[in-house]
């Protein structure tokens, strides 16, 4: 079974996108500074980022990846 997971594309150090950086294991690095964040929960894990990025629900429905912004919630 594949696991998908969704986070938000703004690096919380300095707003940069994280959609262009490296993918090493379950981590992102931020092609900007190299902060790296957590795919699978969203923690920042090095410095300069100190603050996580948001973590959307996914779900699999009749065979589509389904992501929901519950920041409104």
């Not at 090493?24 to 100190?50: M, Q, S």
């Not at 065979?63 to 409104?72: H, I, K, S, T």
Request: charged content about 30%.
């Amino acid at each position: 079974m594949t696991t998908y997971y969704a986070i938000e594309d703004m690096c919380t150090h300095d707003g940069g996108e994280l959609a262009s950086g490296a993918v090493e294991g379950d981590e992102v690095v931020c092609p900007r500074h190299g902060a790296r964040f957590c795919i699978k929960n969203g923690k920042a894990l090095t410095p300069p980022a100190y603050e996580d990025v948001h973590r959307f629900p996914v779900r699999v429905e009749n065979g589509v990846v389904q992501v929901r912004d519950d920041r409104d919630d």
